[in-house]
T-cell receptor
């Protein structure tokens, strides 16, 4: 089956620093990847759609200058949380679409101190 | 407000009991997907339903898509402790976005 990986699986950083999260489709190419955020005991909320070779499309309320997305190849999308603050602490999950189905990565837990 | 209303939000039952989780919306979806998520992991796809009125069975799990493609249900027969987890429904919109319900946190006690 289609496999999506994320790196790192968890990260702790100081407030004000930037954190980069990678999302890779391991055995397929994905022109479209998605980034979600999930707070404790809540569901997944779509943050943005990452399109290979073009700018990401952000959902309403998501700051594009704070959450930088780069989809440089058909197998890699990155999400950079710039100037992270404690309220950015969350579980970040990516997905990659192939054949009409989204396959999800294992998630990255971010803790900002 | 969420595009998909999922109920119940929490469910705690004894092993062997049956249960149904509902996912309702006023919007039409091109497909509807059910996922199960374990703590600290990404959601894992259980099933995709596409056709209105469609019923799919996966061992003890039965999934149904409403005739109007606005709602769905997940029925689990003879629940087992291994069924414990967060169950999420997600509707695929006409522009290929997935919108998730709030989730149902199921606990099956032995």
């Amino acid at each position: 089956g289609a496999v999506v990986s994320q790196h790192p699986s968890w990260v702790i950083c100081k407030s004000g620093t930037s954190v980069k999260i990678e999302c890779r489709s391991l055995d397929f190419q994905a022109t479209t990847m998605f980034w979600y955020r999930q707070f404790p005991k809540q569901s997944l909320m779509l943050m943005a759609t990452s399109n290979e070779g073009s700018k990401a499309t952000y959902e309403q309320g998501v700051e594009k200058d704070k959450f930088l997305i780069n989809h440089a190849s058909l197998t890699l999308s990155t999400l950079t949380v710039t100037s992270a603050h404690p309220e950015d602490s969350s579980f970040y999950i990516c997905s990659a679409r192939t054949g009409g189905t989204q396959y999800f990565g294992p998630g990255t837990r971010l803790l900002v101190l | 407000t969420q595009l998909l209303e999922q109920s119940p939000q929490f469910l705690s039952i004894q092993e062997g009991e049956n249960l149904t989780v509902y996912c309702n919306s006023s919007s039409v979806f091109s497909s509807l997907q059910w996922y199960r998520q374990e703590p600290g992991e990404g959601p894992v796809l259980l099933v995709t339903v596409v056709t209105g009125g469609e019923v799919k069975k996966l061992k003890r799990l039965t999934f149904q898509f409403g005739d109007a493609r606005k709602d769905s249900s997940l029925h689990i027969t003879a629940a087992q402790p291994g069924d414990t987890g967060l169950y999420l429904c997600a509707g695929e919109t006409l522009n290929d976005m997935l919108r998730f319900g709030a989730g149902t946190r199921l606990t099956v006690k032995p």
